[in-house]
C-alpha cells in the first residue's frame, strides 16, 4: 500500500486509540514503519519525580527497554532535548549533538549499540513545568540515520497522534463502547457534545450544557454550535466540514481551537472525527460526524527551562549545559552525557556564572530550583 492511501487509514486508528487505549500499542507499531523506523514508544518523564514510564511501545526489546529506565534513561540526550523542543517538534539525535560525537557517548556504547539502534527521532506531544509525554521512533542500522522524508513524515502524524492523546486523557476509559459514547460521557467534567458537518448538534452531556447555558464564547443558535468569536467560529466551521470529509481531512496544524470566556477564562477544543474506524459507530447513532470536547486549563506556564533562559538570555547550548550540571553533576560527568569535551563545558559554564551571578555550581541549583513551583504542570 503506498503512502498516499496509507495515511487515511492509519490516522483513522489513531483517533480510534483515543477511545480504545488497548488500541495504542498496535497503532505506535504502524506508526513506526510508516515513519520509517523498526520501534517506537510513547514515553512520560518526570525528572523532578525520578520516574520515567513507556505506557505504550512495538518493536522494543523488553530487556534493553527495562535497563533504559533503571540505568540510561538520564544518559539519554532526547531527554535532554524535551527541555528545548515545542510541543509537536520532531528532533533527531543530529538536532542534539554531532553524530560523532554521540558515537563515543556511554548511552550509544553500553544501550544502543548492542541493540544495532543508529537514531532516533522524537517528539514532545505535551509538556509542563514538571514532565512531558513523547513519541518516539527508533531507527536501526538498517534503516539509517533520520532523514529529511523520515522527518517529514513524523510531521504528518504526529499531530494526530497529540490530538488522539488528548482526547484520550480527557475520556480517560479503558474500552469505550462507541455507540454509547455520548451517553458514557455525561459523567465527564471537560464539556462534550456531538456535531455535525455543519455544526448542527445532536447531544450535549452535562458539563457541555453549563458551558452553553452560560452563552458566554460558546451558545447554540438555530440548532448551531457558534462561537462568540468570528475567527473561532470560522476555525469550527471547519474542522466539523473537515471531519465529514474523513479522518485525514483534519490536517495537521488544528489541534486544538483556544477558546477565551470574557472573565478571561481560557478554555482549549478538540474535535474527535467520527466518520470512520471504531467511532462510526457513534456517529451514525447520533447522525454526527465529529466530537467536540472543550476543556478548562490553567493560564499557561511555560516549563522552568523555557523561562530560565528567557530570564537570563541564555543561548541553548547553555541552558543544556545548565540543565545537565543541574541534573547529572559535575563537568566531566556532564560532558559524557552531552556528548562534548571537558572545556566546552567549562566555557559555558563561566558564562553562566557571568549571566546568572552565580559563584558556583550549587548555586546554578538553587537558581533552577526556585523556578520551580508546586502550581506547575
Known sequence: MDQVEQLPELIGEIYDAALDPSLWNDVVGK??????????VIVSKNPTAGSDNAHDESGTDPYYRELYFDKYAELDPSTKGRNFADIGQSIAIAHLMPCRAFLETRFYE???????????LSAVLDKSATDAELFGVFRHERDGIVDDETRRRMRLIVPHIRQAALVGRLINLKAADTAYLADTLDGLSAGMCLVD???????ANVACHGILDAGDFLSVVDGRLVASD???????????????????????????????????????????????G????????????????ICKVATQIRSPPEIIARAY???????RVLMAIVEVGGVPEVAVVLGIAESTVKTHLARLFVKTGAGRQADLVKIVAGFATPLSG
Open 31 to 40: 506508526v513506526a514503519r510508516f515513519v520509517g523506523g523498526s520501534a517506537a
Open 110 to 120: 553500553e544501550w544502543a549499540r548492542p541493540q544495532a539502534l543508529a537514531d532516533f
Open 197 to 203: 458537518a455543519v455544526g448542527r448538534m445532536s447531544h
Open 230 to 276: 468570528a475567527k473561532i467560529d470560522q476555525a469550527l466551521r471547519e474542522l466539523f466540514a473537515a471531519a465529514g470529509s474523513g479522518d485525514a481531512a483534519i490536517g495537521i496544524r488544528r489541534i486544538g481551537v483556544p477558546l477565551k470566556a470574557q472573565d478571561g477564562s481560557c478554555y482549549v477544543a478538540h474535535v474527535l472525527p467520527l466518520t470512520s
Open 278 to 293: 471504531a467511532r462510526r459507530l457513534a456517529g451514525i447513532t447520533y447522525s454526527a460526524t465529529a466530537a467536540l470536547f
Open 313 to 319: 538570555n541564555l543561548t541553548r547550548a547553555e541552558l
